[in-house]
């Protein structure tokens, strides 16, 4: 639920569920079932659960990486679920997503440069001398070495992937964050190290986190 002083709802879903069809296809399994949340601008909300319980599933609905067996996400008040391809597109600017993996969810053939810049590169932001000095600001943000933009993904560590996963998300300024568990894989030592990092990027660029 949303705390008194929040003036404003950024992100929104209405009973959405996700369902599908067992093995044998006499019955359903339901991976999401009518949740409903509401998160404030500038606010953090966690969500809570076991594994399996359905906390990515619910991640990649709200961001359309999969479409939902029914209900509604409202972003700023807009329903994302009636948007068309281009549409959903262009509002993904604003919502982005840091993946619990760190090693599955960076190309190991793309440079830490091309990983960081695609963001900007796929919705056309600035020309491409603007994007790397735009990736280079990234790269100080999130405390990496402006040489690592040169290096592939197999040469750094757990957490220095998430910094990389970090700095893309945050590329395109977006308004929300969606964290799927981003130091789940991260030795004890780094996590707290990366969630000190999340806050204080939340602080200074003024993002909302799920």
């Known amino acids: 639920m949303l705390e008194p002083y929040a003036m404003t709802t950024l992100i929104e879903t209405r009973n959405l569920s996700k369902s599908y069809p067992s093995r044998d296809g006499k019955t359903v399994v339901r991976a999401v079932n009518e949740v409903n949340l509401a998160l404030g601008e500038g606010q953090t909300l966690g ?3 076991e594994s399996g319980c359905g906390k990515s599933t619910l991640a990649r609905l709200i961001l359309r990486l999969i479409e939902p067996t029914s209900g509604e996400v409202l972003f700023n008040g807009e329903n994302l679920l009636k948007l068309g391809s281009t549409a959903m597109r ?5 919502i982005q997503i840091v993946f619990q993996d760190p090693y599955a969810s960076l190309d190991p ?8 810049s695609e963001p900007l ?14 990736m280079l600001e990234l790269l100080d943000l999130v405390g990496l070495d402006r040489s690592s ?12 992937r998430q910094r990389i996963g970090i700095a893309r998300a945050i590329a395109l300024r977006p308004e929300l964050i969606i964290l799927d568990e981003p130091t789940a894989a991260l030795d004890v030592s780094v996590q ?11 602080e200074t660029l003024g993002m909302s986190y799920l």
């Open 90 to 94: 262009r509002r993904r600017r604003d």
């Open 121 to 134: 590169e796929i919705h056309g932001v600035g020309t491409k001398a603007e994007r790397n000095a735009k």
């Open 149 to 160: 933009a040169t290096k592939y993904p197999h040469e750094f560590s757990g957490g220095q």
């Open 47 to 49: 969500v809570v659960g």
């Open 192 to 202: 707290a190290v990366v969630l000190n990092l999340l806050q204080e990027l939340k």
């Open 109 to 116: 053939r793309m440079s830490v440069s091309a990983i960081i």
